[in-house]
């Protein structure tokens, strides 16, 4: 059976674009996230962490259900978008938030980890030298876990890759427009294409083998 080359690629480029975005919006908000849940003193820590951790607990198709409540044009957040016609469902922006969701909680919680893991008498002499609580983050604490967030950021990258449920809900499934590499995989068992499932399968394989390889260099290099 011939394959259509242009339903390999379209959902890999989608891929490959959300994944770009939900990697950028990770370093944007998982870093000041990770950073406000490492203090021992912050108000309503227990509800910050809770939010960040939920996607892990919770059925991705159940979260991505909630979302879809939330963000639709009828939606607490959504609705407001929608007076100034944005949609934010059914859209690429869906498939991007749905991306960033999933992989959050795995780029905030191992940074957080390791910022609260760092030793304090360091930031303490950082302190007595008069830097701020902010630039000693920024210019000691955060150059010094840089094998961390790397880590970290290709562990929810990977993790965003690989999005169904949420993707589903928020996305839509839109054929050439919102289907992802892991929602065409599904759709071509879904019409009994195996064919083209076995390709996509295989590349979305060698993505993941590239991104275990990256895993275990920056992995080495945290232990060395």
């Known amino acids: 059976m011939s394959i259509d080359f242009a339903l390999v690629l379209q959902p890999l480029l989608l891929s490959v674009k959300t994944i770009s975005v939900s990697a950028i919006l990770f370093l944007v908000f998982g870093i000041p996230l990770a950073y406000l849940l490492a203090k021992e003193k912050l108000r309503f820590k227990w509800l910050l962490n809770t939010i960040v951790t939920l996607p892990l607990i919770f059925p991705p198709i159940a979260v991505g259900f909630f979302l879809l409540l939330l963000l639709g044009r009828n939606g607490f957040i959504g609705g407001v978008f929608y007076k100034f016609d944005i949609s934010l469902i059914f859209s690429f922006s869906g498939i991007v938030i749905a991306a960033f969701i999933a992989g959050l909680p795995l780029m905030v919680k191992p940074l957080q980890a390791s910022i609260e893991l760092f030793p304090k008498e360091i930031k303490e002499a950082s302190y007595i030298s008069g830097k701020s609580e902010i630039k000693t983050f920024l210019f000691i604490v955060l150059p010094n876990i840089k094998n961390s967030l790397i880590i970290a950021l290709l562990i929810s990258t ?7 449920g949420i993707t589903l809900m928020l996305g839509g ?12 995989i599904y759709n071509a068992v879904f ?3 195996y064919n083209l499932a076995m390709i996509l399968s295989g590349i979305l394989v060698l993505i993941s083998v ?6 275990n260099i920056f992995e080495k290099r945290k232990n060395v």
């Open 158 to 164: 990977a993790r965003a890759l690989g999005e169904v």
């Open 173 to 184: 499934n839109i054929i050439g427009k919102t289907d992802t590499i892991s929602l065409a």
């Open 210 to 215: 590239l991104f275990y390889i990256a895993l």
């Open 191 to 193: 019409d009994g294409n």
